[in-house]
């Protein structure tokens, strides 16, 4: 039997680093932490006590050809999405004729082995309900349902939002329902604050589109109507859906690709033209005055697909360009001074410029490859990543870096639309490149942010963004580090703001979370080993990044042993009473 270790920590520091603190661990762990804080930040990456460093390195990828499972064709996705232990591909269209769209969902175990084909599902949803559900752009989870994204059937926008139900058989139809909004309005990527789903407008059918060949129009004219959904109301109610035309803010408040929730605004980029648009949740979704707009052009702005946060800045995926865009949330929205750019091209003499989403893990932003204004004989596709250290000054050449990811494993893996993160691994969803006869190809990229050097990450909230297009609300969160990759577990909603006891629990059959002494979350696993780490347990932060937390933590728990349901209580009445 291992021998039991306990360290039992009073901190009154927001953030502070604790080295060489001896906790051996093997199947079983315990993280508690008594914390305070005055504000409720959704979204903001928030840690409290992690053992958690992302790897200084910038080359592990590894890749894997999930191009045809069960016997589907599954290539070609716009955005991922992960529910704690599967990441769901969002099924746009498997050739590069717009009329070529599928429903064709692919997925795949994080806690199985990455190249075995055994652990890789997909479905075909292309007709639920009656409906041709098909040709979809990113996805939201809302801690039960995974939805899907319209955009078009190839020959029409469309709304026919899809849904499945992850407590049910992924291969059974009745997991699956969709409702057709009767909305001719594309979306393109769309956030989630708790309640309602925002989905991006991007197009309308054009004026001048030509009856025979209504996909070559699909792109002409620009949309400013936001469609919202409340996740808590029927699927299939119409009273579900409200819409709300941003063109009544400004005239410019068109086409956006990607929005993110900061826990007070939902930020929506524009794909072109500059317009950041800007909703202040909990008021008015129908009043233009809940609504703002800047224009960030003047300071650089070109086009984006995709948008992160890393608790205090809002960073912008720069697409076809080397324009890297971030607004400061504690400036004021309108200011210039609250806006900063870095041009990043030739970062490590690689052609650094166009990109497709992106992922944040404590320090480090990463943005994903896809398209880049080429040199003549050159593709306009690549698979150059460009990385952001938090740390460093944003504007300082210094503080990026880049790495040629084209050809991993054998594979070439190039042009990704965004992807999703299981808290060690990103996943990039395939899309399309140039070396596959007009196909769209299903070669999913994998980076490892942490490899062996992390064990565990207790946290206050956490950013359940994914891939900078797809959206989740994690909330209070535990994140353990295995011999097999990383389980989570999450509450996802909200903590009020206050005084709060925290802890996570990882043992050989389950991951759990409790909070006040309440289990609030718990999740079965496959048994792994933890990871051996000797690194620093940082308190309220992860390796200096800009993930921090915004209040005070006084005490601190771990042990290499699963605490049970009654200690726990104990702990917490014993603070309480």
């Given at each position: 039997?291992?021998?039991?270790?306990?360290?039992?920590?009073?901190?009154?520091?927001?953030?502070?680093?604790?080295?060489?603190?001896?906790?051996?661990?093997?199947?079983?762990?315990?993280?508690?932490?008594?914390?305070?804080?005055?504000?409720?930040?959704?979204?903001?990456?928030?840690?409290?006590?992690?053992?958690?460093?992302?790897?200084?390195?910038?080359?592990?990828?590894?890749?894997?050809?999930?191009?045809?499972?069960?016997?589907?064709?599954?290539?070609?996705?716009?955005?991922?999405?992960?529910?704690?232990?599967?990441?769901?591909?969002?099924?746009?269209?498997?050739?590069?004729?717009?009329?070529?769209?599928?429903?064709?969902?692919?997925?795949?175990?994080?806690?199985?082995?990455?190249?075995?084909?055994?652990?890789?599902?997909?479905?075909d949803a292309s007709y639920t309900d009656g409906l041709h559900t098909a040709g979809f752009y990113g996805g939201a989870f809302d801690g039960r349902y995974v939805y899907f994204n319209p955009r078009d059937d190839g020959q029409d926008h469309h709304s026919r939002l899809l849904r499945y139900d992850t407590q049910a058989e992924f291969k059974d139809p009745d997991s699956w329902q969709a409702h057709d909004v009767q909305f001719p309005h594309s979306g393109q990527g769309l956030a989630f604050d708790g309640q309602y789903l925002y989905f991006c407008?991007?197009?309308?059918?054009?004026?001048?589109?030509?009856?025979?060949?209504?996909?070559?129009?699909?792109?002409?004219?620009?949309?400013?109507?936001?469609?919202?959904?409340?996740?808590?109301?029927?699927?299939?109610?119409?009273?579900?859906?409200?819409?709300?035309?941003?063109?009544?803010?400004?005239?410019?408040?068109?086409?956006?690709?990607?929005?993110?929730?900061?826990?007070?605004?939902?930020?929506?980029?524009?794909?072109?033209?500059?317009?950041?648009?800007?909703?202040?949740?909990?008021?008015?979704?129908?009043?233009?005055?809940?609504?703002?707009?800047?224009?960030?052009?003047?300071?650089?702005?070109?086009?984006?697909?995709?948008?992160?946060?890393?608790?205090?800045?809002?960073?912008?995926?720069?697409?076809?360009?080397?324009?890297?865009?971030?607004?400061?949330?504690?400036?004021?929205?309108?200011?210039?001074?609250?806006?900063?750019?870095?041009?990043?091209?030739?970062?490590?003499?690689?052609?650094?410029?166009?990109?497709?989403?992106?992922?944040?893990?404590?320090?480090?932003?990463?943005?994903?490859?896809?398209?880049?204004?080429?040199?003549?004989?050159?593709?306009?596709?690549?698979?150059?990543?460009?990385?952001?250290?938090?740390?460093?000054?944003?504007?300082?050449?210094?503080?990026?870096?880049?790495?040629?990811?084209?050809?991993?494993?054998?594979?070439?893996?190039?042009?990704?639309?965004?992807?999703?993160?299981?808290?060690?691994?990103?996943?990039?969803?395939?899309?399309?490149?140039?070396?596959?006869?007009?196909?769209?190809?299903?070669?999913?990229?994998?980076?490892?942010?942490?490899?062996?050097?992390?064990?565990?990450?207790?946290?206050?909230?956490?950013?359940?963004?994914?891939?900078?297009?797809?959206?989740?609300?994690?909330?209070?969160?535990?994140?353990?580090?295995?011999?097999?990759?990383?389980?989570?577990?999450?509450?996802?909603?909200?903590?009020?703001?206050?005084?709060?006891?925290?802890?996570g629990v990882y043992d050989d059959k389950s991951i759990k979370l409790y909070i006040d002494g309440t289990l609030a979350a718990e999740r079965l696993h496959n048994g792994h080993s933890l990871q051996q780490s000797n690194t620093a347990v940082d308190i309220g932060h992860i390796a200096?990044?800009?993930?921090?937390?915004?209040?005070?933590?006084?005490?601190?728990?771990?042990?290499?042993?699963?605490?049970?349901?009654?200690?726990?209580?104990?702990?917490?009445?014993?603070?309480?009473?």
């Amino acid at each position: 039997m291992e021998k039991l270790i306990e360290h039992r920590l009073n901190t009154s520091a927001e953030t502070t680093t604790i080295d060489d603190l001896d906790l051996p661990l093997n199947k079983a762990l315990t993280v508690a932490a008594w914390v305070h804080s005055d504000t409720s930040r959704a979204e903001a990456m928030q840690p409290l006590v992690s053992q958690w460093t992302p790897r200084s390195a910038f080359d592990t990828f590894t890749a894997y050809d999930a191009g045809h499972t069960d016997q589907l064709s599954t290539r070609g996705y716009f955005g991922a999405v992960f529910d704690g232990r599967y990441v769901y591909f969002c099924p746009v269209r498997d050739q590069q004729d717009r009329t070529a769209v599928h429903g064709r969902v692919l997925r795949y175990d994080t806690q199985a082995e990455f190249k075995d084909p055994d652990n890789w599902q997909a479905f075909d949803a292309s007709y639920t309900d009656g409906l041709h559900t098909a040709g979809f752009y990113g996805g939201a989870f809302d801690g039960r349902y995974v939805y899907f994204n319209p955009r078009d059937d190839g020959q029409d926008h469309h709304s026919r939002l899809l849904r499945y139900d992850t407590q049910a058989e992924f291969k059974d139809p009745d997991s699956w329902q969709a409702h057709d909004v009767q909305f001719p309005h594309s979306g393109q990527g769309l956030a989630f604050d708790g309640q309602y789903l925002y989905f991006c407008p991007g197009y309308t059918k054009a004026s001048h589109a030509d009856p025979t060949n209504p996909a070559a129009s699909l792109d002409d004219e620009p949309s400013g109507q936001i469609l919202r959904y409340n996740t808590r109301a029927p699927l299939k109610d119409p009273t579900s859906y409200t819409i709300f035309d941003a063109q009544q803010v400004s005239e410019q408040a068109t086409c956006f690709d990607g929005a993110v929730f900061d826990g007070r605004h939902i930020y929506f980029a524009p794909l072109s033209g500059g317009q950041v648009l800007r909703y202040n949740i909990g008021s008015d979704f129908s009043d233009p005055a809940s609504w703002d707009t800047y224009n960030a052009s003047p300071q650089g702005m070109l086009m984006n697909v995709g948008v992160l946060f890393d608790g205090r800045h809002i960073y912008f995926c720069s697409y076809g360009n080397s324009h890297m865009m971030r607004y400061d949330t504690d400036g004021a929205f309108g200011h210039p001074d609250s806006w900063e750019k870095h041009d990043a091209a030739q970062t490590n003499s690689l052609d650094t410029g166009g990109f497709d989403g992106g992922f944040f893990d404590g320090r480090y932003l990463y943005y994903m490859p896809f398209t880049r204004n080429a040199a003549p004989g050159e593709s306009i596709f690549h698979c150059n990543w460009l990385r952001y250290d938090t740390t460093g000054i944003f504007t300082d050449p210094a503080s990026w870096s880049a790495h040629d990811a084209s050809f991993v494993d054998g594979l070439h893996t190039t042009a990704y639309n965004a992807g999703a993160f299981d808290g060690r691994f990103f996943y990039t969803a395939p899309w399309r490149g140039d070396l596959d006869n007009g196909e769209a190809h299903g070669r999913v990229l994998r980076y490892d942010t942490l490899g062996s050097a992390s064990s565990f990450s207790l946290r206050y909230d956490d950013f359940g963004h994914n891939g900078g297009l797809c959206a989740a609300l994690l909330g209070p969160s535990f994140t353990v580090n295995t011999t097999h990759g990383a389980v989570s577990i999450a509450t996802y909603q909200t903590l009020a703001p206050g005084t709060h006891h925290l802890v996570g629990v990882y043992d050989d059959k389950s991951i759990k979370l409790y909070i006040d002494g309440t289990l609030a979350a718990e999740r079965l696993h496959n048994g792994h080993s933890l990871q051996q780490s000797n690194t620093a347990v940082d308190i309220g932060h992860i390796a200096q990044g800009t993930a921090r937390f915004q209040g005070t933590i006084a005490k601190i728990y771990l042990a290499n042993t699963a605490q049970d349901a009654t200690w726990i209580d104990s702990a917490y009445r014993a603070d309480t009473e």
